[in-house]
């Protein structure tokens, strides 16, 4: 899709007959926004552009403006998901869905929750690996999850299997060697996704979780080992885990629909 077309635009190239219906119908699809109130603006789009719907972000938001947002969402698209939601804003969108009969399914662990009127999402066939190096990583690796399997992924997980313990490691690669991209979560020194990267052939998405305190805590001693390892890594932000399951869905969708 062209960047900043506007409908104009796509009405002018399919009138000219460069574009099909079908393509000018996807290229509309991919300009939609829809207003709520004076508050959002909802890219609706955004799945035909970019093959991943849009994810809301809780933290900052005022509830009842989440509520509302998720609501009209859910209502255009039948489906939404949203991260970093504390149990108080998951019970007001609960109660304002709750009129239309709409499910809310929260993961308090991983603070996200997934709103929806529709059939669970069909499965494409990719495979995402998904690994943490303690317990305290697991509610970064648990919206990663999420997000993942909300984008067709099957995903498996293992957990609590870090350098600190490194033979718990090995079994764990063994079960999960048939993913097509692993993401791996780990806090403190960050050393886990270094190795897997070391083991395994396929890609790795390092995930530094703001775990670990004192000099270069809360993530910071992770990122900067992330950055520098030896092994072939690609690194996301400090407990960022929706970059790392939608960056994995993204592989594993390729992946999955040959």
Same mark, same amino acid.
């Given at each position: 899709?062209?960047? !900043? ?41 955004? !799945? ?58 929260? !993961? ?151």
């Amino acid at each position: 899709m062209t960047v !900043n077309q506007t409908l104009k635009d796509v009405l002018e190239t399919f009138k000219k007959g460069e574009i099909s219906v079908k393509d000018a119908e996807m290229l509309i699809d991919g300009l939609r926004i829809e207003m709520v109130g004076d508050i959002a603006r909802l890219d609706m789009g955004r !799945n035909v552009r970019c093959g991943m719907p849009e994810v809301i972000l809780g933290e900052g938001k005022a509830p009842e403006h989440l509520a509302e947002i998720i609501y009209k969402h859910v209502e255009v698209s039948g489906r939404c998901i949203a991260t970093r939601v504390t149990p108080e804003m998951m019970a007001l969108v609960k109660k304002r869905c709750r009129v239309s009969d709409i499910s809310c399914t929260y !993961n308090e662990r991983a603070r996200t929750l997934v709103v929806s009127r529709l059939p669970p999402v069909k499965k494409h066939g990719g495979v995402v690996g998904i690994i943490t190096a303690g317990t305290s990583d697991i509610g970064v690796a648990e919206e990663a999850r999420i997000i993942a399997e909300e984008t067709g992924c099957i995903v498996r997980t293992a957990y609590d299997v870090g350098a600190a313990g490194i033979h718990r490691l090995f079994p764990a690669i063994k079960e999960l060697m048939d993913s097509d991209v692993f993401i791996v979560a780990a806090g403190r020194e960050g050393t886990l996704p270094v190795i897997v990267a070391g083991l395994v052939d396929r890609p790795v998405i390092g995930v530094p979780v703001s775990t670990g305190y004192g000099y270069m805590g809360k993530g910071e001693a992770a990122l900067a080992s992330m950055l520098q390892a030896c092994s072939v890594l690609t690194v996301v932000n400090i407990d960022a885990g929706f970059t790392a399951g939608a960056f994995a869905a993204k592989i594993a969708g390729m992946v999955g629909s040959k």
